[in-house]
């Protein structure tokens, strides 16, 4: 579907050509937004922390760079989100980006629920990831994981409390690309539900088919990240990894450099977090973590080194 069909400002979004940030040129776009680019990436958008392109800078200007714009909903921010050009033409790169942020909001269209009611009741509670929230509350603080950054000079850790603690407390709008507040055992929930093709304890929340088709490449021609994408940080690795439907997919993992196996699917976070599904091995993998960003350290390939290496058939 295209997008415009759930919310219409985007059926009239430009994409950048040329310019500067106070005088850019822009096109219309070529081909309509779709659906499944916005989970795979390749719909144009961007996130305002890239710092790479004068489109980044545009999101900033916008207010959109570790957030949204104050006084705005999710509904809001979407129309901001198009009134603010593409980075290339829809389908034509793949580009980390606000897509699921986007879909949050097409989920609230369909389904007529706020998304925090909406993932509550069709995903949380039948999972019974009960410790999975918009927000730590009071009693439970002492519970949460300090989120750490690497000092510029020594790379020593040192407290991002000041960021960490915006975990204490309601968001300003209910998103679908970040936001929740986990727990090791809910967060593992919820991939062993993918691990079993969408189904645990009984509990289906997708079919198996669902997940097959989430979790093969859609970058056009099987490209990897390297060939089709703009390698800006280190939530995996670019050679020999595709994208599907929100997740990566491992293609070659010779050609990555990083022992695995095909058909392997993962994501990671902003603060070192990992996780992935190996089918072949029958294995997931879930690493929590709070050290922010995730390139301080290459956390994910050495984890799966050691991984790989400790299996013996």
């Not at 033409?89 to 389904?111: A, I, K």
Request: overall charge negative; glycine content about 10%; aromatic content about 10%.
């Amino acid at each position: 579907d295209p997008v415009h069909r759930y919310i219409p400002a985007f059926k009239h979004t430009k994409v950048w050509r040329a310019g500067s940030v106070t005088s850019p040129v822009l096109d219309p776009m070529v081909e309509t937004m779709r659906l499944w680019q916005l989970f795979a990436h390749t719909a144009g958008l961007t996130y305002g922390f890239m710092y790479n392109h004068p489109v980044d800078e545009l999101y900033r200007r916008a207010g959109f760079e570790w957030g949204i714009p104050k006084d705005t909903d999710l509904a809001g921010m979407c129309d901001a989100l198009a009134a603010l050009p593409l980075l290339f033409q829809p389908g034509t790169e793949w580009n980390y980006s606000m897509g699921l942020d986007v879909l949050g909001r097409v989920l609230e269209v369909v389904s007529g629920q706020s998304l925090d009611e909406l993932l509550r009741t069709r995903l949380l509670e039948p999972l019974g990831m009960s410790e999975t929230t918009w927000h730590v509350p009071d009693d439970k603080h002492h519970r949460l994981a300090r989120l750490y950054g690497a000092h510029p000079a020594t790379r020593q850790a040192i407290p991002l409390d000041m960021m960490g603690d915006a975990a204490k407390s309601p968001p300003q709008a209910f998103l679908g690309g970040g936001g929740l507040q986990s727990t090791a055992h809910d967060y593992q929930r919820f991939v062993q539900m993918l691990s079993r093709g969408g189904e645990l304890d009984g509990v289906r929340i997708l079919s198996p088919r669902t997940v097959e088709f989430m979790s093969s490449n859609h970058l056009p021609n099987n490209a990897d990240l390297t060939a089709f994408g703009r390698p800006l940080f280190s939530e995996t690795t670019f050679d020999g990894v595709g994208f599907g439907l929100g997740v990566s997919v491992t293609i070659d993992p010779v050609k990555g450099r990083v022992p695995g196996n095909a058909g392997e699917f993962a994501w990671g976070g902003a603060a070192s977090t990992a996780f992935w599904v190996d089918p072949v091995e029958d294995l997931t993998v879930t690493f929590f973590t709070q050290l922010l960003p995730s390139s301080v350290h290459p956390i994910r390939s050495q984890l799966k080194q050691l991984v790989y290496q400790s299996l013996v058939d």
